[in-house]
C-alpha cells in the first residue's frame, strides 16, 4: 500500500505527490529544525548552507519552492534569489536575521514572495510554506483558465490573460504574488481593503502577525507601479486609485 503523509494543516499528499523544498542556511541547527519540520509536513527536503551550493542544487534538484537565508557564506541569499530566479520561476521565502525593512525590500524587489524575520516559530513557518504554495497552484490555474480582456484603470492596465501589467503602455515586471495583489486591489478600485482582507485574498493567511508582508509588498508594487497609484488610509489598509471620470 502506498504511504500517505498528514501534514498538521490537514491536508494529504502521497509520496508522489511531494512537494520539494531547498532550504538554505548556513546555521546548522536551525537549517536541521526547519528541514525536520517540512519532512514532517510531508514534503521533500534539501538543504545547502552556501550561495554556490545554493545555486547549484536548485538547478540540479528544481526545488518547487525555495528557503532562503539572506546572510550566507560565498554570496549572499539575494544573488542566490537572482541566479535561481534566472534559470526559472520559483516562490521564496526569505529569512532574515534583521527586523530590517530595506532588506525585506530588496529581498522582493528580486523576485522573493514572502519574508520571516528570526526568530519565528516552526510552526508558522511551514503554515506560511503550505500558503505559497496553495498560492502557486491558484496563480496556475488561473493563468491555465484566464479571464479575458485587459483591464485598464487610466495608464495602468492588467491583462489577466497573460498576467502583465502596463504603467503608460509601458511592461511592468511584477512578481507572481505582487501581481495577485494588484488585482485584488483592482477588483474593488477606490475601496479601501484591510491589511487582514488583504492577508487573507492574496496570501490565504488570517493571522494579524502578517500584515506586516503586506505592507512591505504593498512598499513594493508602489516602487513599480507608482506611489500615487496605491494609496493608504492609516489604521485601515489600501486602496487602489483611479482617475475621476
Avoid at 525590500?105 to 503550505?130: C, I, N, Q, W
Avoid at 491555465?144 to 492588467?158: F, H, K, Q, V
Wanted: hydrophobic content about 40%; some cysteine.
Amino acid at each position: 500500500m502506498e504511504q500517505t503523509h498528514t501534514s498538521h494543516n490537514g491536508s494529504t499528499a502521497t509520496p508522489g505527490a511531494q512537494r520539494r523544498v531547498l532550504v538554505v542556511e548556513d546555521d546548522p541547527t536551525i537549517v536541521d529544525a526547519i528541514a525536520a519540520r517540512l519532512r514532517a509536513e510531508g514534503f521533500l527536503v534539501q538543504t545547502a548552507q552556501d550561495g554556490p551550493a545554493a545555486v547549484d542544487t536548485a538547478e540540479a534538484w528544481q526545488p518547487d519552492l525555495l528557503i532562503l537565508d539572506i546572510m550566507l557564506p560565498g554570496f549572499d541569499g539575494l544573488e542566490v534569489c537572482r541566479r535561481v530566479q534566472a534559470q526559472r520561476p520559483v516562490p521564496v521565502m526569505m529569512l532574515t536575521a534583521r527586523d530590517d525593512e530595506t532588506d525585506m525590500l530588496v529581498g522582493l524587489g528580486v523576485g522573493a514572495d514572502d519574508y520571516m524575520t528570526k526568530p519565528f516559530s516552526m510552526r508558522e513557518l511551514a503554515a506560511r510554506v503550505h500558503v505559497l504554495l496553495r498560492r502557486v497552484e491558484r496563480a496556475a490555474l488561473a493563468a491555465a483558465t484566464p479571464r479575458s480582456g485587459i483591464l485598464r484603470l487610466g495608464e495602468l492596465e492588467i491583462d489577466h490573460a497573460q498576467r502583465r501589467v502596463r504603467v503608460r503602455s509601458e511592461d511592468v515586471h511584477l512578481t507572481p504574488t505582487e501581481f495577485d495583489l494588484l488585482v485584488c486591489l483592482a477588483n474593488t478600485p477606490r475601496a479601501v481593503l484591510s491589511r487582514e482582507q488583504l492577508l487573507a485574498e492574496v496570501w490565504d493567511w488570517a493571522d494579524a502577525s502578517g500584515t506586516r508582508t503586506v505592507d512591505s509588498h504593498i512598499k513594493a508594487l508602489r516602487r513599480k507601479i507608482g506611489a500615487e497609484r496605491i494609496r493608504t488610509v492609516h489604521g485601515v489598509g489600501y486602496a487602489l486609485e483611479t482617475p475621476t471620470p
